[in-house]
């Protein structure tokens, strides 16, 4: 079935560590997207990608990054510059990759869950 | 710019009443919106959307909205809840023709009560 796919599920991490999440889609999207969800509020935008090779800044990119050399992926590392990294994470992508064409509807991932010890 | 809220955090009604979400907008031009629903834990999942055309939406589940353009609101209705509706709803928009992305609400929790 086609999707998006979020891995790992749970993540544990110590502090000064960098970890990757990943995130891996078949739906043939060009536009792929993270955010953040801490509770009560909402989702912020971290990066996205509308094209592969090529990312921007989303509202809070500080202390994250993340790499596009494939249409399908979209990893995002959470670096140790990140102050307070414990939150949910989730990978969303649409078919829309910009310039105010189509509806920009997502498709969401299943999440990660990143809890700093 | 475009912008949604959702003004309460917590919404609690009891099995087979109805329910609504309120939801409203803000854009400079006509919008697209969305209602997501989130069940602990889990991603996003796509409730309904409004793009065009007529002002009530259904969607999955029995939802349904209706798009108000003179309130700029976009609330969601439910006639009979079930317990299973308890979960984390969002409305998002998009402002048509705009290269933004959509910008979501912070989120209602509904629970509804046996």
């Known amino acids: 079935d086609g999707g998006i796919t979020q891995s790992p599920k749970y993540l544990f991490r110590k502090e000064g560590q960098n970890v990757t999440l990943s995130c891996e889609q078949n739906l043939n999207h060009d536009a792929m997207y993270w955010y953040r969800q801490d509770p009560g509020q909402g989702l912020r935008l971290i990066y996205y990608s509308q094209i592969v090779n090529d990312f921007q800044k989303g509202d809070i990119a500080e202390g994250y990054s993340v790499s596009r050399e494939k249409k399908e992926s979209f990893p995002l590392t959470v670096t140790s510059a990140q102050k307070n990294p414990t939150a949910f994470y989730l990978c969303?992508?649409?078919?829309?990759?910009?310039?105010?064409?189509?509806?920009?509807?997502?498709?969401f991932g299943e999440g990660s869950r990143l809890t700093v010890l | 710019a475009q912008s949604v809220a959702q003004p309460e955090d917590q919404v609690n009604v009891a099995e087979g009443n109805p329910l609504t979400v309120k939801c409203t907008y803000s854009?400079?031009?006509?919008?697209?919106l969305f209602w997501y629903v989130q069940y602990p834990n889990r991603g996003l999942q796509f409730l309904l959307k409004y793009i065009t055309g007529d002002n009530l939406v259904k969607g999955s589940y029995g939802f349904e909205a209706e798009f108000n353009k003179s309130q700029t609101s976009f609330h969601l209705k439910k006639p009979s809840a079930l317990v299973s509706d308890s979960a984390l709803y969002f409305c998002a928009v998009r402002d048509i023709g705009s290269a933004r992305q959509l910008t979501f609400g912070s989120g209602t929790q509904l629970t509804v009560l046996p």
């Open positions: 854009v400079s031009g006509n919008p697209y």
């Open positions: 969303a992508s649409s078919a829309d990759s910009g310039g105010g064409k189509g509806t920009g509807e997502l498709f």
